[in-house]
């Protein structure tokens, strides 16, 4: 939190960041620009203080932030689908600790919290870029087991399925993807000329996020230092299927991890 200027905060690491806020950590961090581009403030949390982890006040900011603006519903979203990653075999790579990284620790805080008046909701798109599709699949399926699931929705064609909260999305036009293209394009790294802008963002599963949804399947950039190659070209392969966003209840995953992992 010592990184962020010009903000309003509401808990030890918890704020509110607008177009004129700055931050001076490593990292990708978007939310001024997102809040100059929709002109609305955003809310930052913040997993770290001073320098280590800290789930305890992860969750602290988290239950404030419901009480100070009353919310009912709070969604936290993940791109590529490693915040469901339960056991060290879902990674697509070896030694991968699934107790470990941000979304382990969402999640861990979300499950800490007690008596919230507030429902926390889980959705996660772009799917298979940081967790094997099957695998993927499989956590799906035991969530459905426990009522951890909420059903999917495919952003690009409206297209429901097993959908359970109707009483926040109805989804019956996608007129809100006009407006996501055009921020989008403001703030991502979308192509080479791109690159020029110091002022626009790299992220990977943002982008292909974007293409998914533009319908730019196939080979495309985006720009990060692990982008790979496909078939020697570098790039990732944007897939109809990372147009879906699935929606989970994130205190049932992270149990599942829990017993899971015997712990």
């Known amino acids: 939190m010592e990184e962020l200027k010009k903000v309003s905060k509401f808990s030890e690491n918890g704020c509110m960041i607008t177009g004129e ?3 001076s950590a490593k990292g990708r961090y978007a939310e001024a620009k997102i809040a100059a ?10 997993r770290n203080s001073k320098g280590k982890q800290d789930v305890r006040r992860l969750a602290d900011a988290i239950n404030k932030s419901a009480e100070k603006f009353g919310y009912t519903d709070i969604i936290f979203m993940d791109g590529g ?4 990653i339960l056991r060290p075999t879902d990674a697509p790579e070896q030694g991968y600790d699934p107790f470990k990284g941000g979304d382990a620790a969402l999640l861990h805080a979300l499950h800490t919290i007690k008596h919230s008046h507030c429902r926390f909701i889980h959705a996660i798109v772009a799917v298979g870029l940081d967790i094997d599709p099957m695998a993927f699949q499989n956590n799906i399926d035991m969530l459905k087991e426990r009522d951890g699931y909420f059903g999917r929705v495919n952003l690009k064609t409206g297209e429901q399925e097993d959908f359970k909260l109707k009483d926040l999305f109805q989804f019956q036009d996608l007129k809100f993807l006009g407006k996501y293209f055009e921020i989008s394009e403001k703030i991502l790294v979308l192509n080479d000329a791109d690159l020029k802008d110091r002022s626009k963002t790299k992220s990977h599963t943002a982008t292909v996020t974007y293409h998914a949804l533009q319908g730019h399947y196939g080979v495309q950039r985006t720009y990060v230092e692990w982008e790979g190659k496909v078939d020697g070209v570098p790039g990732v392969h ?6 879906w966003v699935y929606f989970i209840d994130p205190i049932v995953a992270e149990q599942l991890k829990l017993d899971l992992n015997k712990k």
């Open 238 to 243: 944007v897939l109809e299927s990372h147009a």
């Open 21 to 23: 806020s700055t931050i």
């Open 37 to 46: 581009a929709i002109q609305e403030d955003v809310v930052f949390f913040c």
């Open 81 to 84: 689908g490693d915040s469901l």
